[in-house]
C-alpha cells in the first residue's frame, strides 16, 4: 500500500528553484528516515537526498550538493526538497520512500507515482 505522494513538480528554465512535497501517513514513514529518488528516461532510479526522523541529519548525493535541500515536518506529515540553481540534467521524476540512511537504499519497494521535473530553455 502506498502511503506517500509526491507534488509539487513541473517544468522550469535552467537556473530556477523549485520546492517539493512528499505527504506521507502512517508507519514505517512517519517514523523513520526518508528519502528523495529521481529516475530519469532510460536509467536506473537514483538517491538524491535523506533525513533522519527527527530531521538533525541528512545526506546528499554528490551531484545535488549545495544546490538542493531536504526538510521535513513530522507535524504536517510532510518532507520537502528545495531545489536551487536547477540543471537540464536533473530533469526525472522524483519519488519520495522511507530510506535506509546507511545505504542510501530505499526501505521496501512501494512507489508513489512521483513527480516530474523538467528542466529546459
Known amino acids: 500500500q502506498v502511503q506517500q505522494v509526491e507534488s509539487g513538480g513541473r517544468s522550469v528554465q535552467p537556473g530556477e528553484s523549485l520546492r517539493l512535497t512528499c505527504t506521507y501517513f502512517g508507519r514505517p514513514h512517519n517514523s523513520s528516515p526518508l528519502g528523495w529518488f529521481r529516475q530519469a528516461p532510460g536509467t536506473e532510479r537514483e538517491f538524491v537526498a535523506g533525513i533522519s526522523w527527527s530531521g538533525d541529519s541528512s545526506t546528499y548525493a554528490d551531484f545535488v550538493k549545495d544546490r538542493f535541500t531536504i526538510t521535513r515536518d513530522n507535524a504536517k506529515g510532510a518532507m520537502y526538497l528545495y531545489m536551487n540553481n536547477l540543471k537540464p540534467e536533473d530533469t526525472a521524476v522524483y519519488y519520495c520512500?522511507?530510506?535506509?540512511?546507511?545505504?542510501?537504499?530505499?526501505?521496501?519497494?512501494?512507489w508513489g507515482q512521483g513527480t516530474q521535473v523538467t528542466v529546459s530553455s
Open positions: 520512500n522511507v530510506i535506509q540512511l546507511q545505504t542510501r537504499l530505499p526501505a521496501n519497494n512501494v
